[in-house]
Nanobody, 114 residues
Framework: VQLVESGGGLVQPGGSLTLSCAASGFTFGNYGMRWDRQAPGKERELVATISTTGLSTNYAASVKGRFTISRDNAKNTVYLQMNSLKPEDTGVYYC????????WGQGTQVTVDS
């Protein structure tokens, strides 16, 4: 099983980034997906979830209206479109899947700073 995140980087406040997570080694379409993040010195938090079909999504209050989670089951990939980024969005972003979301990627760093 592999989950490989990409797309992180340094962006100015108000900017945008799109994260991708490519999955392999399991039946991607059978599992919901989620993005978590962990900021320095803070606990890991849930950012967004998406159902197997992509028809149902949920967001943390702190990102609702700014972030969009989506998935392409043909490409075994989940995305996180992040707009209007704020310094408090800085952190390592992880995608998760599998039974009990037990599969994790290695994470991708997002830094929002002027």
């Amino acid at each position: 099983v592999q989950l490989v995140e990409s797309g992180g980087g340094l962006v100015q406040p108000g900017g945008s980034l799109t994260l991708s997570c490519a999955a392999s080694g399991f039946t991607f379409g059978n599992y919901g997906m989620r993005w978590d993040r962990q900021a320095p010195g803070k606990e890991r938090e849930l950012v967004a979830t998406i159902s197997t079909t992509g028809l149902s999504t949920n967001y943390a209050a702190s990102v609702k209206g700014r972030f969009t989670i989506s998935r392409d089951n043909a490409k075994n990939t989940v995305y996180l479109q992040m707009n209007s980024l704020k310094p408090e969005d800085t952190g390592v972003y992880y995608c998760r899947s599998g039974l009990g979301y037990g599969y994790w990627g290695q994470g991708t760093q997002v830094t929002v700073d002027s």
